[in-house]
């Protein structure tokens, strides 16, 4: 059975291996193979996850099935600001092997929760233009397109689309079922 947990100092290998196995995955032809074969192996890289998870006002969940970590998001105040929003969605990863289980809709409520919990009202996210997984993912969410820009990410210039949720309040209940008969 997997749990959705509030991350802790001894998940950062765990979180550095699914952060590179994703971005292997998803992101071939987009970066070049020596970065995406770098991604998550660097010495240092379960030390700067370990800086994440102990960082005031961060919050950083794992989707854990026993023992180990399957998934990981991220979330905090806004690294840049974007007129309206008030927290950000800086990372969100799930092992390819485990999508399509819910585990990256309960990482994103769980984020979303603790955000809310933490005085945060509104919240939005980058990802890339051309990664449609990722947006289909954020607009069955009910993500809107609220920005565009173009990025350097690990030394490629990229195009960004963000996607914003203008209440965390709201953003995240679940679905009420339709009435019977529709």
Known sequence: M????????ED???IARVNGDTWRAAYRGIFPDEVLERRGREPDAAERRRRWIATPGTAVFVAEEEGEVLGFSMAGAPREP???YDAELFAIYVLPAHQGRGLGRRLLFA???AMAAAGRRSWFLWTLRDNPAARGFYERLGGSLVAERTAVVEGTSVQEVGYGWESLADAFRPPEAPPPGV
């Open 111 to 113: 984020a979303a929760a």
């Open 2 to 9: 997997d749990v959705i947990r509030p991350a802790r100092p």
């Open 82 to 84: 974007l007129a309206g």
């Open 12 to 14: 950062a290998a765990g």
